[in-house]
């Protein structure tokens, strides 16, 4: 039964980097509709199931609507003014490196912006972080090393008019669905696809060359492709000889490579690798774009480096419809960096070093040096240095690499507070929950996937007693004496992001209810910047640098010789929080499973429907057995959305030494039939 709004709000969805616009109805402060808004640049009136149908989850009755604080075990519920004098006095027990806090690219910009100030200028702790470390933080590390910013270098609306997309670990059909109709039609228009994969895909399905490499192939397979170009003359000597540093080193490395071993290790035929790389440096405007295939990797900043390195060499960068384009996960992953929600970056991306005095005044504390990524939170956690924790919108217990560690580690904490719409597993652990208001019922703003900053608008009361987060953040900091807390709104919290952030410094609330602008904007007559890098990159010399990623390829031990690699699909969102409480998405999606290639079920005598076990060095999990030629064979796939067999038990271990990044895209498990 479907009602009809009695108002509409125009607002911004709540789950993918896309950042659709989306028209909110409501009635009887429900949300009971939505429907995407026609002349939004953006998305131009398209929403994709989760958007259109998945956003009923703020009227559950699971919702929290009062603050609770654990007594002898049980959950009691108290008023505001109780939780927030509890929560200021444990937190006044702590300072420095025992403190940390977990952002949220779910929450706002000004959301972000507070609680890494809280963190940084109220507690004196460098320990803040967000999930961007488990999905795009080796983007932000290697762009940033080679281009000398980490964001998309390009808009989603320019893949219209691409000669050719590279699209290299993305599944966007499922992950970035209205992203997936901009390349559709680019290719309905002139446009080549390569893909390159190791699962199939719908997009896979679409391209004119897909090649489908091992997990954890993409540098020699990338490499080579830059050998071919630079074989064929198809690379761009003006651009390089005027743009760019460090290319005769990078050019003798590719001219080094050994193409048998290349083949060896990536398992694709070389000459599909040299048609792949003509087609790609003969089709310009060429776009580049990618996502956790890419990045979740122990080597990801190399894989990135290597993405970096194709686009340089044939000056597809800095023009129109080109460049390389990290689609960005959840709605607002891209403004949670922005905001400085890192442990060794302030707001705009600055560096401590150099923009340390600049903060420091404007916030009245000194600030602390660089703290521990989320990994390494969870680390100390368990270790005993950290021993009290903040999480606003976050469920680590299921997000987190190596779940048992992260469960002893949260179990191991005095005293941690959870801020959020549901009980998360995670907030079953806590001191403290307090209720937190949703998309729906705030005002702020939200960053998407191409730097566009997007008013939200509020379009209904929340429940009960939950509060923006915010503004609970505002009380507890007021609580424990600080002033400058006392903000009226989020539009003046944004204010003072744009006095200390240049990149935002001509965007307002007020210039952004006529629309998205995106970043950088440095004054109130700059209309915002569609593509990056148009006259000199942002680095110290002014030029782009090659660099040489590092590569050793990692074989799976003969006790776990098949290779998992986790991801998403289009119907659940991450740990489903808030997509388990639709029932419309849970029709099409109610369980895990295990897809496996049909020559290895078979050899393990699996078949369809079965249960299986599945054991990595970790731990094990039992899951249903899905069997299918969309994976390849040595590889299994499976999502990390259900708690029922939660498949961040099998992952975990080493890390990528320049962004933190764990290897979730390659974990060797073994699996049996139950
Ligand atoms: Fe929402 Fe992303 Fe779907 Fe757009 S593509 S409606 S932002 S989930």
Redesign the pocket.
Known sequence: RTERPSTEVRTV?P??G???EIYLGVRGNRVVSSRGVPDSPV?QGR??V??RFALKFVNSPERLKKPLIKVDGEFVEVEWDEAISVVAERLSEYTGEEFAAVASAKCTNEENYLLQKFTRAVMGSGNIDHCARLCHAPSLTGLRMSLGSGAMTNSISELGAAGCILAVGTNPTET???TSYRVIRALRSRARLVVVDPRKTRLSELADIHLQNRPGSDIPLLMAMCRFILEEGLHDSEFIDSRTEKFEDFRDAVMALDLDEVERITGVNVKDIRRAAIMYASNSPASIIYSMGITQHVNGTGNVLALSNLALLTGNIGIKSAGINPLRGQ?NVQGACDMGALPDLLPGYQGIGEAAGKFSEKWGSPIPPAGLTLPEMFDAARDGKIRCMYIMGENPLLSEPDIERTREALEGLEFLVVQDIFLTETAELADVVLPAASFAEKDGTFTNTERRVQLLRKALDAPGDALPDWQIISMIAGRMGREDFDYESASRIFDEIRELVPSYAGISHERLKSGGIQWPCTSEEDAGTGYLHSEEFPTPTGRASFLLPDYQFRGVPEEYPLVLVTGRNLYQYHTRSMTARVEELESFSDHEELLMNPADASSMGIREGDTVEVTSERGSLRVRAGVTDEVMEGVVFMTFHFADAPANVLTGGDRDPFSGMPGLKFTPVRVCRV
């Open positions: 969805c789950y993918c896309a950042g659709c998305n929403l994709c989760k958007g970035h669905p209205v709605n």
